[in-house]
């Protein structure tokens, strides 16, 4: 059984929706469809995730909003239309938009998020009705039905454990299921959404609840790179990478998924594969939990940018119990995540996101830092790019750190921090952010060309 | 004004005496010395120290130890006759030692630091009587008399702030001072030690108290090498390296001072002058808060095994805020200092000393760290070296890092962990130990051959 979720863009019209269906019909396999509401058709277009939001502010406010329910409405009529479905759908959108509507004088967060749910769970009546009026053995299936419930956390819910045991069940129906993605219910009833990348949860959840053979994510990419495109040109694509490797990655800045949505598949070990819904026949780009080491030591390289290295030293500070732990007990007090902390024996280099940083939390950190910590000095370095080169063949092969140091070294970066932990499946490299192309360029030529 | 600590082997006896004595005189700066108790003439002798802790533990047991008395007035005779000093110098010491004695009713911990004192305090008073002997203008000076204050802690004391004013007046004194090394005066009036290394922080306080040009420690050594004599033959000497050059070289093994002792005269910036007593024309090894950057990037090699690193790996952990916070919590919680913490996106190693681990404590850590963390996975590797280039001149030279990485790839040394902060004054390689010397003499060939 495999579990199939279809991103905005792959349903933001019925030319869309018509493609989705032939890549579920084209597997049989392809039984739990996951839908996100639908997207924008073009560059200048509205999702209508954004109407429903809208619309809800708008009626919250004034207890009237006409026009914006009518633009929700149209959006869908035009894909009812376009699917030559019968124009009673476009009614059951309208009068289901309509009860929500009758929700919004309660609790406005728990309004808002009934609305935004209206653009998944309608979409996926809407799929549901299409593959019905072929002839096909498909249904709608409501999360609620389906127990697939969540913590009372409006647009920031999590997953309660007996969801599983709830919707394993669905493993045993016999049709095409089309699950509406980025909300499920309270243990009151209420609807409750996920965070970002909500449908992307949902399909994790079903995948992992069904124990699926793979969850496939369909987007429109053909597949993920062994570095980032606005950089190299036409890099390799990656046909298989383990989960450790797509995590090391996570600085690439070309991501397709938010990583947080796989947990649950990552703990599952079930194979997460990202397809092009534009170009289903092309392979796409699998996350697996191992995979095979056929494809040279380094799998691809990310980087990013806005760094900043907070640089503290102290005279035996490596004899001193818990001066690491009062460090970072002060940036968590601040509510700053850190990356790494490359170290030497009196010194420590804290690297963490700048945008994490204003004015009046810089000298705080750095005040609390002097004055707690007795520091002989502290700076903050900032603009600099963090470089990582990735790939769990990097363990079996000596000379990987050489042939990397060596191609910054030709290419005239200066490498200010290094960090490379015993897992060895990524070496970071700290640089100033002016170097980040010349060194991505540089270790791409090194290791694909 | 200079300060010179000699230490025990340079004090052995009258010969050695004698030589240290040319040393003092021949530079008239010389005029604040800083003496330890008579050392070893040869392998197989005993310390005077420790014929005193002999002599006061069966004295507080027994009431009395004649045998263990008269050796160490015995060694002290020896060096008595030995520079032609009158009888009654050996008579003073015998006197002193027997007024000491008369301690051993109190508490066994103060009585204990009274009679170790009185190695330092009569070989000072042994010296000062052959300068006087020889017609110099010298003095013993009484740490009591000077206002050399510590902290109540027997064996372990800490000087108290207001010493330094107190010591700054031996600055005008127009006499060749013979100070005894290893200990003070409490508030109260009792003789505390220092922790090891105790004549040299002595010296160290002296040094900063009084502005001294230098701070001269003689030892035994010409000076400190670039690498470890036992694994590299004749290794270059280093004539000079700054603070934290020194303090990233301590893993080497053969560090001749304890780097805790030099933290006055590293806050006063004094420079540190280590020099040999059996051949003082050697220039020795200047150790100084700045250098000439004109001696290569590289200063040293250091290398030190018996690490282990604890492996931690978790699903997006770099997203839990407080993770490495409560990892170092757990870690300060059992008393476990360590060395650096390299680490991925999702996993941390942490090197430590992996003395500090026996059996139970492993077992407990592990298990603090996997349940109150509930971490994927955690794994500790006995048996690792860590390796550390060193130098200043590293941060303005790009290429280092590929240099040294290219060496072990040749050498087929597999770096297992790299750490590297944005001092850019060293380089850590985390390797199996039984790699160590290959990686020590690969690394030496490329920054010294």
Redesign the interface.
């Known amino acids: 059984m495999k579990v199939a979720k279809f991103g905005g863009s792959s349903l933001a019209d019925a030319n869309q929706i018509r493609k989705v269906c032939d890549i579920i019909l084209s597997d049989k396999d392809r039984r739990l469809i996951v839908v996100s509401a639908p997207g924008k058709r073009n560059k200048e277009d509205t999702k209508v995730t954004d109407l429903l939001i809208a619309l809800a502010d708008k009626y919250y406010k004034e207890g009237k909003a006409d026009a914006e329910l009518q633009a929700v409405i149209d959006r869908f009529d035009d894909i009812v239309k376009g699917l030559e479905l019968s124009s009673d759908v476009t009614q059951m959108v309208a009068d289901d938009l309509k009860k929500r509507l009758e929700c919004s004088n309660g609790d406005k967060d728990k309004f808002m998020d009934t609305m935004k749910a209206a653009g998944e769970d309608n979409n996926a009546k809407v799929v549901a009705a299409y593959l019905i009026s072929k002839g096909i053995n498909a249904e709608y299936v409501n999360p609620k039905d389906a127990g697939l419930l969540l913590s009372e956390e409006y647009g920031n819910a999590r997953v309660l454990p007996e969801s599983y045991e709830n919707l394993k069940l669905l493993r045993e129906r016999n049709k095409i299921m089309i699950f509406p993605g980025f909300f499920g219910y309270s243990k009151k009833g209420d609807v409750v959404t996920f965070p970002r990348g909500g449908s992307d949860i949902t399909g994790a959840i079903l995948a992992a609840a069904v124990k699926a053979d793979v969850y496939e994510n369909f987007t429109d990419v053909d597949s993920v790179f062994a570095a980032n495109p606005n950089i190299i040109d036409n890099p390799k694509p990656i046909s298989t990478f383990t989960?450790?490797e797509m995590?090391?990655l996570?600085y690439s800045g070309f991501s397709v998924l938010h990583?947080?949505t796989l947990?649950p598949v990552?703990?599952m070990e079930i194979p997460v594969c990202i397809k092009n819904t534009n170009n289903p026949s092309a392979p796409g780009t699998t996350i697996a939990p191992t995979r095979k080491l056929d494809n040279g030591p380094v799998i691809g390289i990310a980087s990013g940018t806005g760094f900043c290295?907070i640089?503290i030293?102290k005279?035996?500070m490596?004899?001193e119990?818990?001066f690491?732990?009062k460090v970072?007990?002060i940036?968590?007090d601040e509510?700053l995540?850190?990356?790494?902390?490359?170290?030497?024996?009196?010194?420590?280099?804290i690297i963490i996101e700048q945008k994490q940083l204003d004015k009046v939390k810089e000298e705080r950190v750095v005040k609390r830092i002097k004055d707690e910590l007795k520091v002989d000095d502290i700076k903050i370095?900032y603009d600099r790019a963090l470089v990582m080169i990735v790939g769990e063949g990097m363990m079996s092969t000596?000379?990987i750190?050489?042939r990397?140091?060596?191609a910054?070294?030709k290419a005239?970066?200066?490498?200010?921090?290094?960090?490379?932990?015993?897992?060895?499946?990524?070496?970071?490299f700290?640089i100033k952010a002016e170097d980040n192309v010349k060194a991505v360029k540089a270790l791409y030529d090194e290791f694909f060309n």
């Open positions: 989960y450790r995590r090391e996570s990583e947080e947990e990552y703990r290295s640089y030293s005279y035996m490596n004899r119990i818990g690491g732990r970072l007990s940036l968590e509510g995540s850190y990356e790494h902390i490359p170290s030497g024996i009196d010194n420590m280099s370095e000596v000379g750190a050489a990397a140091c060596s910054l070294a005239n970066v200066n490498i200010e921090m290094i960090n490379q932990g015993s897992s060895e499946v990524s070496m970071m700290g």
